[in-house]
């Protein structure tokens, strides 16, 4: 058996029954994976290009103002998560909001999965996307 | 579609999203906390101004008046050593509020509204607050050090004055019998050195030809 076919069937192991991508490379052709484990700082490419593609949703919750959502399976276990925007206050006057126009996005679905800390939500992965357009 | 971003999420960025939803949370707390943080600074920066009274020397301010040479402007005259202890007052009431105006700006910072409020978002405007509240710190206490140095020698000048300047005679009521009656009136030493009567607002006259001058502590 050669190597690369070794690594298919790992790859359709892990993708079956849940995994440490610490001991089994994960092959993101097998995402979703409802039953992965967690994995903190989770990162990938896919993940954050599809998140970043959901679209925005805007909600008012204001006469004045309104929020963002963004509502999508997600890329990596397949379970429900959301991305926030929404204003507040900030601790000084800061003006120049465009130039950080980025949107941390992490899965925080409640679904369990293994090794995932106490209080924490989803299945560790995340990135950054564009934020929302202030449209007023 | 979409643009993305190609960078990772470290821990770092996970936290201060986490600290900007607590702070997205906490708007209201926070908008009330510096009000009533700076209502109390309102109360400092008018301090201020009833402290810089201190400044006005071994009795008050208008005992100075009297103090060393005067400028004479039209019928204004006007005392030297008091106009520069009130002008000194005046400098140090000023760098001291602004001292606390710039205290309290450090502490509080000014919260403004912004419609997305996010982890990097916070974490810039932190970066941009710390490095305004150094610098508002850095002015205030530069300010502190020059108005206690301006208090330190209007004081010098207040109490100078009093040493050198000898202290003013008050008049002293007594009873005078003269030929022609009795009075009982204030009297000083006048320039010549003989007793004048010193009414208020008038100039002091000579008493002239008196049997008896008797002191007394109030006229009857």
């Not at chain 2, 908008?31 to 209502?39: D, E, N």
């Not at chain 2, 996010?118 to 710390?130: I, N, R």
């Amino acid at each position: 058996m050669d190597e690369d076919t070794k690594r298919v069937i790992v790859d359709a192991l892990v993708g079956a029954v849940g995994g440490s991508q610490a001991t089994h490379p994960e092959s993101e052709d097998r995402w979703p994976m409802s039953r992965c484990h967690w994995l903190g700082g989770g990162y990938s490419e896919k993940w954050t290009k599809a998140v970043a593609d959901a679209p925005w949703h805007e909600r008012k919750t204001t006469d004045e103002y309104v929020d963002w959502y963004k509502q999508l399976a997600c890329p990596r276990c397949g379970h429900p998560m959301t991305v926030l925007v929404a204003p507040g206050v900030m601790p000084s006057k800061y003006e120049s909001i465009r130039d950080h126009a980025l949107v941390v996005a992490r899965c925080n679905c409640r679904q369990l999965h293994t090794d995932r800390p106490e209080k924490q939500l989803g299945c560790g992965y995340g990135g950054y996307v564009p934020a929302p357009e202030v449209t007023r | 579609m979409a643009s993305y971003v190609d960078m990772p999420l470290l821990p770092d960025d996970e936290q201060w999203e986490d600290e900007a939803t607590a702070a997205r949370h906490g708007s209201l707390a926070t908008v009330r906390a510096t009000a009533k943080a700076w209502s109390e600074s309102i109360a400092l920066v008018l301090g201020v101004f009833t402290t810089a009274a201190f400044v006005k020397g071994p009795e008050a301010l208008s005992d100075l008046a009297d103090a060393g040479p005067s400028v004479t402007l039209g019928p204004v005259s006007i005392p030297v050593v008091g106009s520069v202890v009130v002008l000194l007052v005046l400098i140090a009431a000023l760098a001291l509020a602004a001292a606390v105006w710039k205290a309290a700006i450090a502490a509080q910072g000014s919260p403004s509204w912004t419609k997305q409020m996010t982890g990097p978002v916070l974490a810039a405007a932190s970066a941009a607050a710390t490095q305004e509240a150094i610098s508002d710190l850095r002015d205030s206490r530069r300010l502190t050090v020059a108005a206690a140095v301006v208090v330190f020698v209007g004081m010098s000048v207040a109490w100078m004055s009093q040493v050198v300047t000898p202290a003013k005679t008050e008049p002293q009521n007594a009873i005078v019998i003269t030929s022609t009656g009795v009075a009982c009136v204030p009297v000083k030493t006048g320039d010549d050195g003989t007793l004048a009567i010193a009414m208020p607002n008038v100039s002091p006259a000579p008493i002239g030809s008196a049997r008896t001058i008797t002191l007394v502590e109030e006229c009857p």
